[in-house]
């Protein structure tokens, strides 16, 4: 069944797990910078705190972000960036962007936490997937240079990333996002040191495969994103999605685990921390 509001546990309503305990949760992916979603950024902050929401991670999804970005990372230390070009904006980049990127990295290293959105996307035309191809390697070799880990797009490419991860010997790790999939898929890229994000679509009955997988893993597998503005939860199709749905994430997680809630809520903020290296974040 769809995971809504009035079934969650009580800590999507009362900021705590059980009743006892405060929830501390880690949007791994919010676009808190989009149009959607930034006229009412400190709202959008306020109420996803009064769920438990403890920070987040901001991707870029092209140039034209970084700066602002960047200047989010001063304003606000509980919101961590990346800095990237998504491949829906690849078409429309420059390679010269690649060296403006190396740039930022070079003078903000401590502020940016990965290199992202990045990766493939297969379901777009097949006349945007050189460019494609060619910014991921770029971006990826970045990466690795400047040991930082990366947020990884993909939708029909999974092969093609993993390819490609294993052709650069890429070993800074990341987060690969939106994941969907099988337990085979899913550990392809935990063996080379990735976390699963996991968002709203485990909240969504067709989903059985990635809800069966979510269930098997170790629960180290994985972090939580809402990918808000997009990605609604089952129940809230045609709604902006916001950053305090996470607490209904967290609540559809913990249904497809057999670990306490308070533990499962320790372990997600740690493997979110950890993978971006964030020390307390």
Not at 2 to 12: G, H, K, N, R, Y
Not at 132 to 160: D, M, N, W
Request: with cysteine; glycine share 6%; proline share 5%.
């Amino acid at each position: 069944m769809p995971v809504t509001a009035p079934s969650v546990l009580p800590a999507a309503a009362s900021n705590t797990v059980g009743g006892s305990q405060a929830l501390k949760l880690f949007d791994t992916h919010c676009h808190l910078d989009l149009p959607e979603l930034a006229a009412a950024q400190p709202l959008h902050w306020h109420n996803a705190q009064q769920v438990g929401v403890s920070a987040l991670l901001i991707p870029a999804v092209q140039q034209s972000a970084w700066q602002n970005l960047l200047n989010l990372r001063k304003q606000q230390r509980h919101w961590h960036i990346a800095l990237g070009i998504h491949p829906w904006w690849a078409a429309k980049a420059k390679l010269e962007a690649i060296t403006e990127l190396e740039a930022l990295l070079i003078q903000h290293l401590s502020q940016i936490a990965a290199v992202g959105e990045i990766g493939l996307d297969f379901a777009l035309d097949t006349s945007s997937f050189d460019v494609q191809q060619t910014l991921f390697s770029r971006q990826l070799e970045l990466a690795g240079k400047y040991h930082k880990p990366v947020i990884l797009h993909h939708r029909k490419s999974q092969p093609q990333l993993l390819a490609e991860l294993k052709r650069q010997q890429f070993t800074e790790g990341g987060i690969l996002h939106a994941f969907s999939g099988s337990q085979q898929q899913a550990m392809a890229f935990v063996d080379l040191g990735f976390k699963l994000g996991i968002g709203g679509t485990i909240t969504y009955d067709r989903a059985q495969k990635t809800r069966h997988t979510v269930s098997k893993l170790p629960l180290s597998s994985f972090v939580l994103e809402t990918d808000a503005p997009s990605m609604p939860l089952a129940g809230f199709q045609g709604e902006l999605n916001t950053p305090a749905q996470l607490a209904l994430v967290f609540a559809a997680f913990c249904q497809l685990r057999s670990e306490p809630p308070e533990h499962i809520a320790a372990s997600l903020w740690h493997n979110s921390v950890e993978i971006l290296r964030l020390g307390t974040a």
